[in-house]
């Protein structure tokens, strides 16, 4: 598996991710490619994703704050109209209350029949009325229609009655009486002709204010009660505790009018509260409307829009990355590439130059060389002619030898001097169309015998469709000849030989001259070319056949290469133009390109 | 036979001429393309070996002064330099081309085959 996926990374690795090549290192002109494509794609990458990501967190915030402000504002009118309603259950009672004790006589009102005709009345006006009762100054009950007998009770050591003294009008909080079911207290206070007060009070059933509450309730998220000052809940609540508990909620503020404000309930959820204080015109009551509305249920539709936008911006920072790190790939790839193929050049060209220059100094000191060495070579070619000549010396070997082994030396410099200047020989390159196969054949008539002898075994292959080519003829078999000569001396008995020609696209074509001898270590492959650098043993070779070659191909427009391996073989490739621009290039320098 | 060797290397002349006369040969030599043509107006030679490169009048065109003069004259030339343009120039105006350093007995077989 981990194979597979090394493989498969194998095939797309870019080319720069396998930057190798030490000897052409300092002819790059950036050396860190791998850093320079990451710093790419880091900036390509910042720059395209950055607005991306802020634009998209602005117009979340926006958005938000939109959304946020609409809900406060929905919650705001739920809670007003809700409030409007509750005030004018509250108010409506109120003024019946008010109406009935003043319109009716102290009379009539302390009449318990009459009382009873007006619960009666009353109830039919408005349901929900328990009981009514009169009470005078002092606190006495006077007067009772209801399903108690409370006639003569005293109230006047309690909370109410002082407050209703105070301020005419009193509504109570909900809470459970004898018959423990929930129920307010409403009082109004009248006075009568001779200055002194009667009370009139009655209790409300808080069913019709319940419904009246749960009309208002949109939505399963919303809640909506009551709670007194100090936080106990009055009228049910779905969510934020049991009636006359304690609210899970924080008490807001007073404020006379009705608000709303994001908050977080005791769940951690987010919720936006409404409130508004009841106070009817007449008086205050201890009512706290709260119109709760939890975020999440309300927020359903844009957290949907925004899990889609989410999607959608992801799926284009994928997008852009992987467009960004191909881009990126693509574009360091074509530099690394157009760097390396500068490296290459330049270090072809240093190579080039080196053995020009090479060359030339080689050439000069040959020529300088030359006339010491006609004088050397007749000087003792004279004294040997002397001592032939006398008798004496005639018989002493020796110092005929030790003269032989000067003439000897001079020759062997005097081959060494030719072969030098052949260099700086200028090229009258004679263009001819030759049949590759021919030129092949006549260099191969040479080695004839001696392959027949060391059982090496030569093929050749020039195919058919060859096209013929135009070059010199003379300097391509001298090219070959030394190529041949030199796979003749590295290979063994009954190694192969293969020779082969190919053409490269419609204008070059290409002889490979491989053999299976002892091949070349690497060191030695990038000097094979410089002038008197042999292999051989001192004074069997002079290092300059493939000097000679390299300058002769280069001359006929074409490029040498060789590739190597030690004990498996060499291969030499020439490559040369089909065809040759005819120029006469007096005193170009062969190695020159 | 006759021959005049000139060649501005003066030791080189001096030592090849005692070779020569060593052989049996009748060497007459000159440092310079004027002193050649001097000694050839006071003297008959069968063959001039001449240096293609000297200060002065060169072997190439003592060699066409020589023709005109002497015309049975047989001309070998010699060199240090060994350019092929040396050689191409030298063997279209003279059957012979030598480089040095040369070999004596090749050069005295050459002059015994040119004079035959």
Redesign the interface.
Known sequence: MIDRFRKAFGAIRPEFYRQKHKHLDHYFTFTNYRKIWAISILVMGTAALVPLIVVTMIHYRLIQESVDSELILRTERVASNARRAVTFFLEERLNALRFTVNEIGYDQLTNPDHLAEILRNLKLGFGGLTDLSVIAQTGIQVAYAGPFKLEGKNYSNQAWFVECQKADFYVSEIFRGYRDVPHIIIAVKSFRPDGSFIILRATLETERLIQSLSSYKTGEHADIFLVNRSGIIQTPSNYYGDTFQKMSLPLPDFSPRTHAVMATDSHMRSIVMGYAFIFPQVCDTPFILMVIKQKAGMMKVWLQLRSNINWFVGFGIMVITVVVTITCTFMVNKLYLADKSKAETMALMEQSNQLASIGQLAAGVAHEINNPLALINETAGYVKDMFMIKEHYRQDEELLENIDYILEAVERCGTITRQLLGFTRKFDVKIQKIKLHDVISDVLIFHHKEAEYRNIKVYVDVPEDIPEIETDRGKLQQILLNLVNNAFQAVDTGCILDIHASAQGSDKVSITISDNGCGMPPENLTKIFEPFFTTKERGKGTGLGLTITYGLVRKLHGDISVESKENVGTTFIITLPVRIQEEVREHENPFGR | MKILLVDD?K??VM??S??LA?RGIDVDYAFTGEEAMAKIENKKFDVAILDVKMPGIGGIELKRKLNGLTPDTKIIFLT??????DY?TGSAEAPYYL??????EKLVEILYEVTE
């Open positions: 290397e030791k080189f030592m090849l005692k070779r060593l240090g330099h060994g350019s092929e343009t191409e480089a040095k350093p040369l070999q004596i």
